[in-house]
């Protein structure tokens, strides 16, 4: 390369025309339409990024390959499951959302690809991950369907689900997944099914009776029995205890709110943990990564892993006092595994990004053993 290229490539660089993308997954252009395009890339650049202009490799398609992705897309919903006993409802919902995940992975890569190229290359590069995108949306709609037929009150979740899925497709269009309210879009998909997955689950759902009728199956929150009247001004509201229901009339102010099919109290809990764990990590794996060295980024990283450490310590009494939760081992052993647990994450968040920087397998490693960790300690204070 001659020194006027080199002086050059420097100019360019130092001038931001030389840009790089996360996901460049577009070929490179010609240096006349490029720079018509604003997307001029020197030579030097363009043999950098010669390994994004490949395909990817047919695994990669159809599958996330990201184990961390896997661990905290699946982690929330095998811990609902797991509290409120597996049965077979919990577990065919399970595999729907897994499948669903798949079918969000595709179809944000195909949003993400196609939003960037050029024309000509759309037929080369986005299409690739059409079929996964329909195949997977197909098999959802196929598994998920009975779903909301042996369990419909949980038609209620559709509204909220259709929205982060919106913005989930949003952000990929804009390449803006990795972003702070992008990946809180994901991790609150991913936590609340820890609720979803706990409302079917064995201690919790209540099947409907023959005589039932559709407004009562549909009802999220009063859970309404057709043989069941109105009092006083009052509600009347099914109290379910394990599979034998009793009947209760209180106002929509009862401590009874959260004992309702849709909201039963561990999985509200489950699903909230989950999602401030899930959403600790995200931060901290920023600081090892995109955000390495960024001080910014480790301090806000320390005050949301110090404030989840003193939530640790408090909720459980908290739970214990105001919304009437009855821990299985008590109070003091949520306490104590919570406490334990999230202040773990508080000294890795401090101390691991002042180590030499990690190789991404290393970082994976981490995010794998403290969320199962976290896993362990929900259904262990919850189950």
């Given at each position: 390369m001659s020194n006027n290229e080199t002086k050059s490539d420097k100019s360019v660089a130092k001038n931001g025309l030389m840009r790089e993308s996360e996901n460049d997954a577009f070929p490179s252009k010609g240096k006349k339409e490029a720079a018509a395009a604003g997307e001029f890339r020197s030579p030097l650049a363009r043999k950098t990024n010669k390994a994004a202009t490949k395909p990817p490799h047919h695994t990669n398609i159809w599958l996330p390959d990201q184990p961390g992705a896997w661990v905290m897309a699946l982690f929330p919903a095998v811990g609902g499951a797991i509290i409120s006993g597996i049965c077979w409802r919990n577990v065919w919902l399970l595999v729907a959302w897994t499948l669903c995940y798949c079918f969000q992975f595709s179809a944000a890569r195909w949003l993400a690809v196609r939003s960037h190229e050029a024309k000509d290359?759309?037929?080369?590069?986005?299409?690739?991950?059409?079929?996964?995108?329909?195949?997977?949306?197909?098999?959802?709609?196929?598994?998920?369907?009975?779903?909301?037929?042996?369990?419909?009150?949980?038609?209620?979740?559709?509204?909220?689900?259709?929205?982060?899925?919106?913005?989930?497709?949003?952000?990929?269009?804009?390449?803006?997944?990795?972003?702070?309210?992008?990946?809180?879009?994901?991790?609150?998909?991913?936590?609340?099914?820890?609720?979803?997955?706990?409302?079917?689950?064995?201690k919790y759902f209540v099947p409907a009776t023959p005589h039932e009728s559709l407004a009562s199956r549909l009802s999220p929150i009063l859970a309404l029995n057709s043989t069941v009247a109105a009092n006083s001004g009052n509600a009347a509201t099914m109290v379910y205890q394990g599979n034998s229901p009793s009947v209760s009339y209180f106002s929509l102010t009862s401590q009874y709110f959260l004992d309702s099919p849709l909201l039963p109290k561990a999985g509200v809990i489950a699903a909230l943990t989950f999602i401030l764990t899930e959403y600790a990590s995200v931060v901290f794996v920023k600081t090892m990564f995109r955000k390495y060295g960024n001080h910014g980024y480790y301090a806000l990283s320390i005050i949301y892993h110090a404030i989840l450490a003193a939530l640790g310590f408090l909720a459980p009494t908290l739970l214990q006092n105001l919304a009437g939760l009855a821990f299985p081992h008590g109070a003091m052993a949520g306490t104590l595994l919570w406490g334990i647990a999230s202040t773990l994450l508080l000294l890795i968040a401090i101390i691991a990004p002042h180590h030499k920087r990690m190789k991404a397998m290393q970082v994976g490693g981490i995010e794998a053993g403290t969320s199962l960790m976290n896993l362990i300690v929900i259904v262990a204070t919850l189950a």
């Open positions: 290359a759309r037929k080369r590069r986005s299409n690739i991950y059409f079929v996964p995108a329909a195949v997977y949306l197909i098999a959802t709609a196929v598994v998920g369907i009975p779903v909301f037929i042996f369990a419909p009150r949980l038609l209620w979740w559709i509204p909220a689900y259709a929205i982060l899925a919106a913005l989930s497709f949003v952000a990929a269009w804009l390449r803006r997944e990795r972003t702070l309210w992008g990946n809180a879009v994901a991790v609150i998909a991913a936590g609340g099914m820890a609720l979803l997955t706990a409302s079917l689950g064995s």
